[in-house]
Each structure stands twice: as C-alpha cells, then as structure tokens.
DNA sequence: CCATCATCTGAACATCTATTCATATGTTGA
DNA sequence: TCAACATATGAATAGATGTTCAGATGATGG
C-alpha cells in the first residue's frame, strides 16, 4: 500500500507556477460546465446531428435520423441529451418536431473545431 | 422483431434538407478527428491540465498534478492521451519533462469554451 | 374514437474509459 | 555503479456511456 507522494520540503519544483494555475484554473461550476460541453460534443453522432443543424439550420428527427445515417431511436436519444444541455431546442409542428441549434457559442465551437479538423497537422 | 423503418413513397420529410446536410457533412476522417479532439477536452481531469497549461504556459508533471489536484499516477496517463493526439508536447530537462500545449486550434477552442461558460445562460 | 404516424422514454446490454496499483524506464549525483 | 527520484506504462477494476428494443406518449385525419 504506497501513500500520496508529498515531500514536505521540496513541496513543488516551480511554486509560483503551481499557484498560477491554481489561481486562474476554472471554478468547480465552470469546470463542469466546460467539461459537459466537450463531452456532449464528443460522441460521432451527436457531432453529426449538430453539424447537419448547423448546416441546414432546422429538421425533424427522422430527416436528421437520414442525414445522420442512424436509427431514429438512437437520434432521439442523442437529441435528449442535447435538449438537457441546452443545444439545442425542439419546435413542435403537428407530428413532427424540428430541432435547431441554441447556442451561439456551440455554434462558434463547431466553426472552430471544423477548422481545426481541416488544418489538422499544419500547426504541429 | 422490428426491421428498420423507411418508407418507400415518402423518403424524407425535407429531402432536400437532407441532401444538403448530407453533403455538407464532414467526412468521415474529419468527423473521427472532430470527435476525438472533443472526447479530448471531455474529462475533468485532462481539461484542468489543457486549462493549466494554458494559463502557466509550462509544467512539470509533478506540479501538473498538485495543480489540478490529481495523482501523478493519473496525470501521467491523461498526458499520454494528450501526447498521443498531439494536444501537448513534452520536454525534458533532466529528470523532469515540461509539457505545454501544442496546438493554436486547442488553445482557441480553451478560451473560447471558457467564454461560454460564463456567459452560460445569456443566450439561451 | 380509432388507426396511423412521429417522437419519446425506460431498461438492458455490451462497450468503452478513467483511475489506480505495481512495476518499468530513464536521469542524476555520490 | 548505486540509490533516489521523476515519469511512464501495463494490467485490473469499477463506473460511465451509447445503442437498441419494446412500449408509451402525443398528434392527425377519417
């Protein structure tokens, strides 16, 4: 059974760095949120759903479930989470619903990351 | 036993909503490394050092750790992830290997990302 | 009201993932 | 060369996650 490394009198090899990151690292709220944002955005289908809406601009789930190239079942179920987020919102027309992008900022993300994706090995 | 639903007279609600999204839509090399840069930034753990690094501009591994709070023993393994998609570079002096970030896209998706999580709720 | 359709939801399953422990690698100074 | 240290890595574990099925909900037109 090892113990939590922590040598009492080398406490950290760069201090005042240790305390900068500390200082200015995300509030447990914000992490959260940050880290829900990403991970929200992590999963193939639910990337494709948001870029489609972002590309289209609204559609109803079984179109998205086309556009998408999977199940309707399990594009409700992304849309759940996506809904919960705040992503995006439903608009209830008769039988169907049609969903379109909330947020600026996902929007601005997708912009970003789709170029990130695009120039990939440019920056390294 | 229920065999995917496709109607043959009536294809899409919007079809040419579909098609656009369809072809709009990131390629299949582009979508993986979409959602692995987002499955990146997903975890807590790997967030706070992307977060630190940011901030700091350079760190150890040991100070990594008492500066997002984790074991080394962790931080060593969501380097490795990092590393491996190129997010961080390690260098070594020493005994010691400093990391910082790589990537211009990730640190413009960090600020930006933060941006939303403050301003969370303005836009909904 | 009834049949049909679009979407939603809970539960179950298999898969993936993060963390941890133990150990390995590589570096330094004595 | 050896002991001490920093970091890396493989394997094991528990926990989370995505997809699917079956059935529920809600809307429409006859």
């Keep these: 059974m090892k113990v939590r490394t922590l040598r009492v009198d080398a406490p950290y090899v760069q201090p005042e760095r240790v305390d900068l990151a500390r200082e200015r690292a995300?509030?447990?709220?914000?992490?959260?949120?940050?880290?829900?944002?990403?991970?929200?955005?992590?999963?193939?289908?639910?990337?494709?759903?948001?870029y489609a809406l972002l590309e289209v601009?609204?559609?109803?789930v079984s179109d998205l479930a086309a556009a998408v190239d999977a199940q309707e079942?399990?594009?409700?179920?992304?849309?759940?989470?996506?809904?919960?987020?705040?992503?995006?919102?439903?608009?209830?027309?008769?039988?169907?619903?049609?969903?379109?992008?909330?947020?600026?900022?996902?929007?601005m993300l997708l912009d970003l990351s789709r170029e990130h994706a695009r120039h990939e090995d440019s920056t390294r």
Excluded: N
């Excluded at 809904?83 to 209830?92: K, P, Y």
């Design 26 to 50: 995300p509030g447990p709220d914000e992490l959260i949120s940050l880290a829900q944002l990403f991970r929200l955005l992590g999963d193939p289908t639910r990337v494709r759903l948001l």
């Design 73 to 107: 079942s399990t594009v409700s179920q992304a849309l759940r989470l996506l809904r919960a987020s705040g992503a995006v919102v439903g608009r209830r027309e008769g039988r169907l619903v049609y969903y379109r992008l909330t947020d600026a900022h996902v929007r």
């Design 57 to 60: 601009g609204e559609m109803c």
